[in-house]
């Protein structure tokens, strides 16, 4: 287990539709991080946020979000789904205050399904 | 632009054999390499990273790395391979292009069989 919690595990939603993911990292991480994982496209890095402020952006939608609370906890969001969304969404953490030797750990995933 | 790339779709080893995953590396600067594994229906797990210092980079549940600078390669391997090391392993590169970003760049992965 490495700390960090993911909900739901799983989601099925309809095209069109908006959904939320939630990740809480491990305690005391301020570095949130988000990754998409398909099939055709492998594991993408979406979106890191650092203590409450957006510190990078990958290769995410414009109608995807994503913000990171107080309590450090994050949301991402994702609307106007379509087929092509389904996938694994990953949030991962780090402390977030040591660099780039920082080791990024993951959560256990949210399996996106648009029918 | 930093990139990883993953030669194999998949390795296929006897159990108590060696296993050998490939992983080369483009970076602009030095390299930080890390290593995951992902079993099914599972998060990715971290197995080990290379900084600095020893070529040798130990790991988790008896995984190594050999980091090579000359050949861009950061090869995981283990001495005796187990059924349970049955998997979908990761390489990463840590992204360089900015100082602010904790970036990983994943390669394609490679699906490791360990047959009993």
């Known amino acids: 287990d490495s700390g960090v919690t993911q909900t739901p595990k799983h989601l099925i939603t309809a095209t069109g539709q908006r959904v939320t993911l939630r990740c809480s990292p491990r305690?005391?991480?301020?570095?949130v991080y988000w990754y998409q994982q398909s099939l055709d496209q492998g594991l993408q890095f979406l979106i890191q946020y650092y203590n409450g402020e957006e510190r990078a952006k990958g290769n995410i939608l414009e109608r995807f979000s994503a913000q990171q609370f107080p309590d450090l906890h994050s949301e991402l969001n994702l609307s106007s789904l379509e087929l092509g969304d389904s996938a694994l969404y990953f949030c991962?953490?780090?402390?977030?205050?040591?660099?780039?030797?920082?080791?990024?750990?993951f959560g256990p995933g949210t399996r996106l399904l648009v029918l | 632009a930093q990139s990883v790339a993953q030669p194999e779709d998949q390795v296929n080893v006897a159990e108590g054999n060696p296993l050998t995953v490939k992983c080369t590396y483009s970076v602009s600067g030095n390299p930080y390499l890390f290593w995951y594994v992902q079993y099914p229906n599972r998060g990715l797990q971290f197995l080990l990273k290379y900084i600095t210092g020893d070529n040798l980079v130990k790991g988790s549940y008896g995984f190594e790395a050999e980091f090579n600078k000359s050949q861009t390669s950061f090869h995981l391997k283990k001495p005796s391979a187990l059924v349970s090391d049955s998997a979908l392993y990761f390489c990463a590169v840590r992204d360089l292009g900015s100082s602010n970003t904790g970036k990983l760049i994943f390669g394609q992965g490679t699906t490791l069989q360990v047959k009993p």
């Open positions: 305690s005391g991480d301020l570095s």
């Open positions: 991962a953490s780090s402390p977030g205050t040591s660099g780039r030797s920082e080791t990024q750990y």
